[in-house]
């Protein structure tokens, strides 16, 4: 995939969807509760949760809150139903669609201290 289309992907999924610095906001192609977003935004600034390099939020370290497990599990069920549209509107993996969400988010949205996944798997902080 060319830079072009790449980049030109990630500013369609990103602006079609509002991708917020810890998941998607509520829109047409998904739905997330204001409660999830919250659970979330927390973990992120406490370094619970990151960033995967596949455009999904992962686990920095280990969580024994169901409540959190339950509100990363919904905001990814909303990234992955909105990276299959992207692929098929724009011919091109549901991979390419997240790693392009996710180059996205890291360099303009991650707030400096939360974590990102490296390309290795390792977990970064900005």
């Not at 509107?89 to 939360?114: C, I, M, W, Y």
């Amino acid at each position: 995939m060319t830079r072009i289309k790449y980049l030109a992907l990630a500013a369609a999924i990103l602006g079609a969807a509002g991708v917020a610095t810890v998941g998607l906001t509520a829109g047409a192609a998904m739905a997330q509760t204001a409660q999830a977003k919250a659970l979330v935004d927390a973990a992120k600034a406490q370094g619970i949760v990151g960033e995967q390099n596949d455009g999904l939020l992962g686990f920095v370290v280990a969580s024994s809150d169901p409540a959190l497990e339950a509100a990363v599990n919904e905001i990814n069920a909303g990234r992955s139903q909105l990276y299959r549209q992207a692929a098929a509107r724009n011919n091109v993996t549901v991979a390419a669609a997240g790693a392009a969400a996710f180059t996205e988010v890291v360099s303009t949205r991650l707030r400096p201290g939360e974590y990102y996944q490296s390309s290795t798997g390792a977990w970064v902080q900005k």
